[in-house]
């Protein structure tokens, strides 16, 4: 606690606001681990169930099974095509597509504060830094070298330093945790699109044996 303080006490002003975005960033980060962890560990287990079920006609149990995992990304975007009735394979893409596009914003919740917590944190850290050698060099006396004021040049630069080592700890550690979830969501939209083209391609076999009887 006492080399906390002491940070704080060395860092200025600018320590306040990075600790908001330190706390804030952790916690959306528990947040993203969590629900990627739900999904990527059950969501492929569901959908290869359903895409067998449909392969065998049983669309009744493909869709309760659909709808007792609608916590689920995928479960959503093939409920909202499977639920159309009599639907053309061009309508069936369509609501696949739309609800894909839907779930998007899900996905990539909280991007945005993390690339804006990526962006302003080096920036306060050198904030910190000009504050700091102001403050350095108000204190500046040249006949005065090994004086009273000689603490008062210390400390504006320490401050200095350590906001500015303290904004780029925010800042990387954010990005590490930003860019894992990015690659997270490519690669799940490109899941995505995998397992949709299939239940498009099952779903078209299926209509055109319909028309056929």
């Not at 005065?144 to 330093?161: M, N, P, R």
């Amino acid at each position: 606690m006492a080399i906390i303080n002491n940070l704080f006490t060395a860092g200025g002003v600018v320590m306040w606001p990075l600790l908001g975005f330190s706390l804030l960033a952790v916690a959306l980060i528990i947040e993203r681990i969590r629900f990627w962890v739900k999904i990527t560990g059950k969501q492929n287990r569901i959908v290869q169930e359903v895409l067998k079920l449909y392969r065998l006609d049983n669309v009744v149990s493909a869709l309760d099974k659909l709808q007792q995992n609608t916590d689920l990304p995928i479960a959503r975007i093939f409920l909202a095509a499977l639920e159309l009735e009599d639907a053309t394979p061009e309508d069936f893409r369509l609501a696949l597509e739309s609800e894909a596009q839907a779930e998007i914003p899900i996905l990539k919740r909280f991007q945005n504060i993390f690339e804006t917590i990526i962006g302003l944190a080096p920036l306060l850290g050198l904030l910190g830094t000009v504050l700091g050698l102001i403050t350095s060099f108000a204190s500046l006396d040249i006949g005065d070298v090994g004086g009273t004021k000689t603490a008062d040049v210390t400390a504006g630069i320490s401050e200095a330093l350590v906001s500015t080592a303290s904004g780029l700890v925010v800042a990387i550690f954010t990005l590490l945790f930003a860019n894992t979830f990015r690659g997270l969501y490519q690669r799940h939209i490109a899941w995505i699109q995998e397992y949709g083209g299939q239940l498009e391609l099952l779903y078209r076999r299926r209509y055109e044996r319909k028309d056929k009887f």
